[in-house]
């Protein structure tokens, strides 16, 4: 390295450093100043997830909180999550479409979910965003069909700026559809990839007006055992590969509350 690239590359890794800082702070202050107090109700609910974990890093102790209670709740897994590990050296897509399926029905096992109430649409992850119309109809008119059979009061969906292409497009979705369903429902929207990186980590005040935190308490050790349940995502999917969700994201998404923020339709 010449003695031009060092302070650039320092000033990267100092900038990096602010950024996570920054972040960290921000993030107890949504938790412990800005959001809300939310409890948990007793309306049945529909949780709809892009990918096979989203549902338990984003509201998996909302889940485990109302399963206990014995208030029905069923999850919908837009996409197969082949995408997340492309070009994998030993396991082939469709394979690993049927690893995190299983790992899904574990996961929402521990949390009180039967698998009869458990919905694999299939679509193919990482397309969401440019589906032809004919192929957005269709989704749209199973997601609206879905909705009239639950008939849920609640719904939990991906938040709509989350940084990702499948998360903002099911939540748009999901909004469409229960437009279209003319349900009667409260909308609430959890974040990931927004909610532990520092990149995308940047919330309006508009954004936080809306939103809430729910206590987990007994449910957060449900909540880490389920996600326990996706190693494919957590660990080395191989010896010679790397886990695929970074520490940050663990422990923001594990921690003693879940963020939502309430939307109108």
Request: contains cysteine.
């Amino acid at each position: 390295m010449s003695l031009m690239q060092f302070p650039q590359k320092l000033k990267s890794k100092l900038h990096r450093r602010r950024q996570l800082i920054y972040s960290n702070l921000l993030f107890r202050w949504i938790l412990y100043g800005k959001s809300r107090p939310m409890t948990i109700s007793k309306k049945p609910t529909l949780v709809f997830a892009p990918h096979p974990d989203d549902e338990t890093l984003g509201c998996g102790g909302m889940i485990a909180l109302k399963r206990e209670q014995g208030v029905p709740v069923e999850v919908v897994f837009i996409t197969d999550g082949q995408a997340s590990h492309p070009n994998h050296p030993r396991i082939k897509p469709e394979q690993l479409i049927q690893i995190r399926k299983q790992e899904a029905v574990t996961a929402l096992a521990i949390l009180g979910v039967e698998p009869s109430q458990i919905h694999f649409l299939d679509q193919q992850d990482g397309s969401l965003s440019n589906l032809p119309e004919e192929e957005r109809q269709q989704l749209l008119d199973r997601l609206i069909q879905l909705l009239r059979d639950f008939n849920p009061q609640e719904v939990y969906v991906s938040y709509r700026k989350d940084g990702h292409p499948d998360h903002e497009t099911t939540s748009a979705l999901v909004q469409a559809a229960i437009l279209e369903s003319k349900l009667q429902v409260e909308l609430l929207q959890y974040p990931i990839d927004k909610l532990w990186n520092p990149w995308l980590f940047d919330f309006k005040s508009q954004e936080l007006a809306n939103s809430y935190r729910l206590p987990l308490r007994h449910a957060l050790s449900k909540k880490k055992q389920a996600l326990e349940a996706y190693p494919s995502q957590f660990l080395p999917l191989a010896p010679d590969t790397k886990a695929l969700m970074p520490q940050i994201a663990l422990e923001r998404l594990s921690s003693p509350y879940e963020v939502f923020f309430r939307s109108s339709l």
